[in-house]
């Protein structure tokens, strides 16, 4: 089965740009997650999607974030203006349903690594 | 809010040796699971060992196995015959009910760099 797909794998920007990024899950998952791992840390859950649907955007700093799951399958990560402490890796993650206690299979994709400069 | 702790920056480990890797957490659920990750440099999470909290006997995968222990709320990863290619960060997870109580999130710790020598 094909992986997690994202794209770009690398990206650098000036400081109050504006960045995107893709993500295409495992065909048939409903749940999408995108993750922010700052250097040297854990990742940090930003959003999680249930279909096309936002259960969780609780850690998404929503004045310079968003984040869209259009048909509930693809989805767009947006940051604008970029600032420097949003030099990241970020990554996108999917599973079969984020409802059900035993499906816990998570699936990474291999993120894309964000400089702001 | 559920939060996981790894006291372990960085660890170290001949080849062929054993080495354990700590990790608690804190939750107020007492149904969940729990995970070891495995991030190489390609950035990409493999997962290396998961546990169920309604089981007793730990989990293990081949060289890989924890030590749960619920009431103390630790969940330790034990690598056996350590290799080359165990050199990587591993993260300890948590999966339990986000704020609403409505979906399973997965909560991460911070990691720990594992090195080993030849």
């Known amino acids: 089965e094909a992986g997690v797909a994202q794209s770009p794998r690398y990206k650098i920007i000036e400081k109050r740009q504006s960045v995107a990024f893709w993500c295409n899950p495992i065909?048939?998952?409903?749940?999408l997650y995108w993750y922010q791992q700052i250097l040297g840390q854990g990742p940090k859950l930003l959003i999680q999607?249930?279909?096309?649907?936002?259960?969780?955007d609780s850690q998404l700093p929503k004045d310079r974030f968003s984040a869209e799951r259009l048909k509930g399958v693809d989805s767009t990560l947006k940051i604008q203006p970029a600032k420097l402490e949003d030099s990241a890796v970020y990554l996108c993650?999917?599973?079969?349903?984020?409802?059900?206690?035993?499906?816990?299979?998570?699936?990474f994709g291999s993120g894309t690594r964000l400089t702001v400069v | 809010a559920q939060t996981v702790t790894q006291s372990q920056p960085e660890m170290s480990v001949q080849e062929a040796e054993t080495v354990t890797l700590s990790c608690t957490y804190d939750?107020?659920?007492?149904?969940?699971?729990l995970f070891w990750y495995k991030q190489p440099p390609s950035r990409q999470m493999i997962l290396v060992i998961r546990q169920e909290a309604y089981k007793q006997q730990n989990a293990t995968e081949n060289r890989f196995s924890v030590n749960f222990q619920k009431a103390a709320k630790s969940f330790s990863l034990k690598i056996s015959d350590s290799q080359l290619g165990d050199a990587a960060m591993y993260f300890c997870?948590?999966?339990?009910?986000?704020?609403?109580?409505?979906?399973?999130?997965?909560?991460f710790g911070k990691g720990t760099l594992l090195t080993v020598n030849p």
């Open positions: 997870a948590y999966r339990g009910f986000n704020s609403g109580g409505s979906n399973y999130k997965l909560t």
């Open positions: 939750t107020s659920e007492s149904d969940y699971y």
């Open positions: 993650a999917s599973s079969l349903e984020s409802r059900d206690r035993f499906n816990y299979g998570y699936t």
């Open positions: 065909s048939g998952h409903a749940t």
């Open positions: 999607f249930q279909n096309n649907g936002v259960v969780d």
